[in-house]
């Protein structure tokens, strides 16, 4: 098996919204095609520490729209994925689910490692679940997890604000409106948050969900998976996070109990679960200091 590499093609509505320096920079990486197919996204230097981003669910590699370039600044080699179902990445070829994504993936990481080079597996939401079942079953894929804003710890909030379907309304208008609510009660905490970029990639990444009836997340899949993770784990979630904000000494305690290699635990301030799109720079400082805590970690030779 092999894989293809052509320039990245970027929305043209998400486009408009980037400033010049952003554009450039994602514009100059390679959309990589791979068995399934499978899309992924590469940027910065070949030689580069490795740092993979899983997106959530409903999305795409956009949800990664304001870290890439920072990354890449940082002298990172960034690998942005279309999880199977995703995007531009096809369905699995069997299951609805995120246990139907472990294999591809593994496999399709198979064609992109070197072992030469460190890597970092970073999942935001359904990424967060992904990344930790997939570590969980492949041990040796990475170096070190970063689990942001992660669902399927078993744990709810009765009062979340429910979210409202969308592909049914007869207008774009009316569409739009479905988009700020249901962006506003799960991914942001603040009203300036959810400016022209958010919506448009948002807007982009919903019309190509092809796996819309996961189930999973709801359940504690990932509390089972820690165990069986062997590299250092790093949890992030915003302040705000509306998956669990009112339950935090439970979800701190739950990571501690069930994660025999969690190095850090760490609540970024003023943001809701979409936190490396809300608050992108304090998102970038947690990012690299949990990476050098475990680059730390490592004995000297």
């Not at 919204?17 to 499978?38: C, I, K, N, W």
């Not at 009836?213 to 990932?222: A, M």
Request: glycine share 6%.
């Amino acid at each position: 098996m092999t894989y293809s590499a052509e320039p990245i093609a970027i929305d043209a509505d998400v486009l408009a919204h980037l400033t010049m320096e952003v554009a450039s920079v994602l514009q100059a990486g390679q959309r990589l095609t791979l068995p399934g197919p499978m899309v992924w996204h590469a940027w910065g230097p070949l030689d580069g520490p490795v740092v993979v981003l899983l997106h959530g669910g409903s999305g795409s590699w956009m949800h990664w729209i304001r870290n890439i370039a920072p990354l890449v600044s940082a002298g990172r080699r960034v690998l942005a994925v279309d999880l199977p179902g995703f995007g531009d990445s096809a369905a699995p070829v069997q299951g609805g689910d995120v246990d139907a994504l472990i294999e591809p993936l593994h496999a399709a990481w198979q064609l992109l490692k070197s072992a030469a080079v460190p890597s970092t597996f970073v999942g935001f939401s359904f990424g967060g679940m992904t990344a930790a079942l997939w570590l969980a079953a492949h041990p040796e894929d990475a170096e070190q997890l970063v689990m942001v804003g992660s669902p399927g710890l078993g744990l709810t909030v009765p009062d979340r604000i429910p979210l409202k379907g969308w592909r049914h309304l007869p207008t774009q208008a009316m569409q739009a409106e479905a988009h700020r609510h249901n962006l506003m009660a799960l991914m942001l905490r603040h009203e300036d948050s959810l400016d022209a970029l958010a919506m448009s990639v948002h807007a982009a990444n919903v019309k190509r969900d092809r796996m819309p009836r996961r189930r999973l997340s709801s359940t504690p899949i990932v509390v089972a998976a820690l165990q069986r993770i062997q590299c250092p784990l790093h949890v992030l979630f915003g302040e705000w996070d509306a998956l669990y904000q009112s339950r935090w000494s439970e979800v701190q305690a739950l990571f501690k109990a069930s994660s025999p290699h969690l190095a850090s635990w760490q609540l970024v301030q003023d943001a809701g679960h979409w936190v490396q799109y809300e608050r992108a720079d304090a998102f970038q400082l947690a990012l690299l200091a949990c990476m050098a805590d475990t680059a730390a970690l490592k004995p000297s030779k």
